[in-house]
């Protein structure tokens, strides 16, 4: 299984970008897929979470502002991000949670810079 994303670039603050997170192969005992997001010397943190029943969690400091859904053939997961900030600027990570355990199966980042 692979996950690659894209759609990161630059933008100015209040835009708009929609990063894709496409799956190669098929994932047994899905859990959820998610986005994670690191700032320039910062941890990595979880901006978004999609359960495979379809229920969503997001970061305090992007709720109302992104979205996170998944294509109905379930092989592109995307994150809708609006009215952008300076701050949301960091490399953005696909990630899906397997198994019993919750494991990660992680996809190379995509670089999201929000400036004017």
């Known amino acids: 299984v692979q996950l690659q994303a894209s759609g990161g670039g630059l933008v100015q603050p209040g835009g708009s970008l929609r990063l894709s997170c496409t799956i190669s192969g098929r994932i047994f005992s899905l859990n959820a897929m998610t986005w994670y997001r690191q700032a320039p010397g910062k941890q990595r943190e979880l901006v978004a979470l999609?359960?495979?029943?379809?229920?969503?969690n997001y970061a305090d400091s992007v709720k109302g502002r992104f979205t996170i859904a998944r294509d109905n053939a379930g092989n592109t997961v995307y994150l809708q991000m609006n009215s952008l900030k300076p701050e949301d600027t960091a490399v953005y990570y696909c990630?899906?949670?397997?198994?019993?355990?919750?494991?990660?199966?992680w996809g190379q980042g995509t670089l999201v810079t929000v400036s004017s």
């Open positions: 999609l359960r495979d029943s379809g229920s969503t």
């Open positions: 990630n899906a949670k397997v198994g019993s355990t919750w494991s990660d199966i």
